[in-house]
């Protein structure tokens, strides 16, 4: 009998042994998998997802494959934070996310901790890589560049607007409204109402009714698609005649759902379109065959997963330092959204804004369109 046991503890542990000898890296994707900005973690998602795959078919990560681990934080930074904390419990080695400046923030404090890395698609405070961490890394711009796009347009464009700043009171919608507004004023342009709104409001009569009182003829917008659609088309069927201009936030094919065709005319800031790259003609259709478009966010998280696949073969090694150390040293690395250095922030060393307008496609859709 003891012989037996014996010869079932060896068992377990040479399967235990073979199981650590082969393990997967593990890679958590996390972002608003559910709620209102759902369309964006699906971005996050989709393109990590189809990363992975096309590593690993490639022979992963210097010979080891990756697995995806999904972490929802519903863009709540307490959620966030736990998202964190079970990555770290689980093992996760390097995560793509978060979407919100304001989850990713905190959530990165807990990776530095922990000897995790990240590499967000889409958090672009300021703050995400200002704080010294070793961790932290986007493959998007800054709001501090892009507000300072947004400001030069409109103080070019519409030199004698007066404009609204609207924020949605988050570190990313109000931090991008403050530095469009700071380009704004070094213009000399003084707007003629800052007001901040509540994330989940549905009626903006009483913001509407201000703003016309104002003489408001230009609504800059710091935030998400969700409330910038309502606000568009209340704005339009008040009788507000003044289009929006916004950030990467409302990069959404949603939000021409949501503002129906008063979307026609809507502004925004974000990178150049990378599904236009001849580089990514292949992969972009790879991504439509499987029923789903590739936009926004898509390859920019596609990318972060590029990124560390490619330092980790640069450093011989797959430890978030070493890999870390690696993308800071080693680039330019060859992406879906085009070759990427990093500085010694984590920020990527490339100018990434341009000018975008809604309108109509040949296909008799809204998206936005490059006007630069």
Known sequence: MKKILLSAVALTAMVAFSGNASADILVGVAGPLTG???AFGAQLQKGAEQAAADINAAGGINGEKIKIVLGDDVSDAKQGVSVANKFAADGVKFVVGHFNSGVSIPASEVYAENGILQITPASTNPKFTERGLWNTFRTCGRDDQQGAVAGKYISEKFKDAKVAIVHDKTPYGQGLADETKKALNAAGVTEVIYEGITPGEKDY???IAK????GTTLIYFGGLHTEAGLIIRQAADQGLKAPLFSGDGIV??????IAGDAVAGTYNTFAPDPRTRPESKDLVETFRKAGFEPEAYTLYSYSGLQVIAEAAKAAGSSDPEAVAKAMKEKGPFKTAIGDLSFDAKGDITRPDYITYQWKKGDDGKYNYFPID
């Not at 703003?211 to 104002?214: C, D, E, I, L």
């Not at 959404?252 to 759902?257: F, G, M, V």
Request: charge should be neutral.
């Open 36 to 38: 209102p900005n759902a």
């Open 205 to 207: 009569s009483a913001l």
């Open 211 to 214: 703003m016309k009182q104002a």
């Open 252 to 257: 959404s094919n949603e939000l021409a759902s």
